[in-house]
């Protein structure tokens, strides 16, 4: 399970979170997908496959949270372009928002109408909360707009039902994951810590990947390793120390 941000060139000055893989780095990373023999499945694959289904030892799902345009502009069509699909996370309460001051104009936000458009180019939708507030600690009525709420505005603005969640920031308590279930979602993304069909862990490609960091993360020792660490950005520093960072202007 393979998590990105936003797609583009952004110079590292602004991006101190390394949200933005260059584009060429992402069409290498499919192709690399392709060459090495994985499957890249689909919502409608992973749920089967979540459910029991038989599918090929080299299975991913690719997914970009937040909604950048650029995953419209940019990741769609090289994805389309291999016959591969994806699910992008998106907060109907941050609809279309500017960038923030200071951030780069890459941080833009998709519109209902872009949403619509990337749903018909291949790449399924998935609830990301309201407008990204981390869930745990809120009340029943926060909670239910974050997921509820939600799940119905999207479902208006795009014309179709989201099947699946991931939490904002990743970060999910015993209140949230219970809230996402009662919502009728059939499973949610987490980042580093699981806990079955409702925090599903995921494993996060950023703008210091190189293709070497990419296969690690790619192979299954570097889940198991980051489990049994228990830290998975002490993992990721390790992995770069030793394999090296890729050059950012
Ligand atoms: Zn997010």
Same mark, same amino acid.
């Given at each position: 399970? $393979?998590?990105?941000?936003? !797609? ?7 991006? @101190?979170?390394?949200?933005?893989? @260059? ?9 690399? /997908? ?15 496959? /979540? ?10 799902? !690719? #997914?970009?949270?937040? *909604? ?10 090289? /994805? ?6 994806? !699910?992008?996370?998106?907060? @109907? ?15 833009? /936000? ?6 619509? &458009? ?12 309201? +407008? ?31 099947? #699946? ?9 015993? %209140?949230?994951? &219970?809230?996402?279930?009662?919502? *009728?979602?059939?499973? %949610? ?10 925090? !599903? ?11 070497? #960091? ?14 049994? $660490?228990?830290? +998975? @950005? ?12 890729? %050059?950012?202007?």
């Amino acid at each position: 399970m $393979l998590m990105y941000h936003g !797609i583009g060139d952004v110079p590292a000055a602004a991006d @101190p979170d390394n949200l933005y893989v @260059p584009e060429a780095a992402f069409a290498a990373q499919l192709d690399h /997908l392709a060459a090495r023999g994985w499957t890249v499945l689909d919502e409608a694959g992973y749920l089967a496959a /979540l459910d029991g289904a038989p599918t090929p030892r080299r299975s991913v799902l !690719i #997914t970009f949270d937040d *909604g950048y345009v650029s995953v419209l502009e940019r990741a769609a069509p090289l /994805l389309a372009r291999r016959g591969m699909s994806a !699910i992008c996370y998106v907060s @109907p309460g941050l609809d279309g928002q500017a960038p923030l001051p200071g951030m780069p104009q890459e941080s833009r /936000l998709m519109t209902a109408a872009q949403m619509r &458009e990337l749903s018909a180019a291949g790449v399924a939708l998935g609830c990301h909360g309201w +407008a990204h507030e981390s869930m745990p600690g809120m009340s029943t009525e926060q909670l239910e707009q974050c997921t509820v709420r939600a799940r119905d505005e999207l479902h208006s603005l795009v014309g179709e039902r989201v099947a #699946t969640f991931a939490y904002p920031y990743g970060h999910h308590d015993q %209140a949230a994951r &219970e809230a996402v279930a009662a919502a *009728g979602f059939a499973c %949610a993304l987490a980042t580093y810590d699981g806990a079955g069909r409702l925090a !599903i862990p995921r494993v996060d490609v950023n703008a210091t990947d190189t293709a070497r #960091t990419f296969e690690l993360k790619l192979s299954r020792v570097y889940p198991l390793a980051r489990r049994a $660490l228990g830290s +998975a @950005p002490a993992v990721r520093r390790a992995a770069h120390r030793v394999l090296g960072h890729a %050059a950012r202007s």
